[in-house]
């Protein structure tokens, strides 16, 4: 039973414009949340996280908002960029307000192109 | 080094033999993850330390697979017996651990072809 789930396997999207990549998940103990990009051949690398108090982090050109009743996250890249163009995963983790640190669950991954 | 380390990054092997996959964690972090990622497929959870212990293991595929870590550092992940299933790339992760559920770094994995 997958619960963290990325529907969509790809995404393609022109320069400049806006790409909204999306994840659902089931288990409402969740309380962090984090995307990972992932180019070929190399290892997934932290982008942005949330926590579950609150609904929206930005970082420059990414933005993360967290919807808990709907159990949804999306991350938001404005303006896209083709070095934008990699896989990337959703992740989830339960405890941070427990102080008990688990294991991050990932979904299967978004694979955006950025086209010139 | 300052990041995550795994070795080797390439592994071809025959059906039926023993493979270890080596993860040298960034310093200071107490949290080891080991993950996979077959062809086409998402990140899959295969086990977790938090310092020397595995409070869950609940992923390793078969009794084929363990892992351990010693002195709260270095991982090695050991797969007996490898079938063609198993190829992969195995993906090592550290973090701060315990009350910091913070991102983890990841590696960039160790490529396992079992022909």
């Known amino acids: 039973d997958q619960q963290v789930k990325q529907n969509s396997p790809s995404l393609s999207v022109q320069e400049g414009r806006i790409s909204i990549l999306n994840c659902d998940y089931t288990n409402s103990m969740f309380d962090y949340f984090l995307w990972y990009k992932k180019y070929p051949a190399e290892g997934p690398t932290f982008l942005i996280s949330?926590?579950?108090?609150?609904d929206k982090n930005e970082d420059g050109r990414f933005t993360v908002f967290l919807n808990k009743s709907a159990k949804h996250l999306s991350l938001h890249i404005v303006p896209s960029q083709p070095g934008d163009s990699a896989v990337y995963f959703c992740a989830a983790s339960a405890g941070l307000f427990t102080g008990a640190n688990s294991k991050l669950t990932f979904g299967k991954g978004i694979t955006l192109s950025v086209r010139p | 080094g300052a990041g995550v380390s795994q070795s080797p990054s390439n592994k071809v092997t025959e059906k039926g033999k023993d493979v270890e996959l080596r993860c040298d964690p960034i310093?200071?972090?107490?949290?080891l993850y080991w993950y996979r990622q077959s062809l086409g497929q998402g990140l899959e959870f295969l086990i977790y330390?938090?310092?020397?212990?595995?409070?869950?293991k609940s992923g390793l595929p078969s009794d084929r697979f363990s892992a351990e870590r010693t002195g709260g550092s270095v991982s090695t992940l050991t797969i007996q017996r490898t079938q063609q299933e198993d190829s992969a790339v195995y993906l090592c992760?550290?973090?701060?651990?315990?009350?910091?559920?913070?991102?983890?770094?990841f590696g960039q994995g160790t490529r396992l072809t079992v022909v």
């Open positions: 330390f938090q310092g020397n212990s595995a409070p869950d």
């Open positions: 992760a550290s973090s701060l651990g315990l009350f910091q559920n913070t991102e983890a770094f």
């Open positions: 310093s200071g972090h107490t949290a």
């Open positions: 949330i926590s579950s108090i609150k």
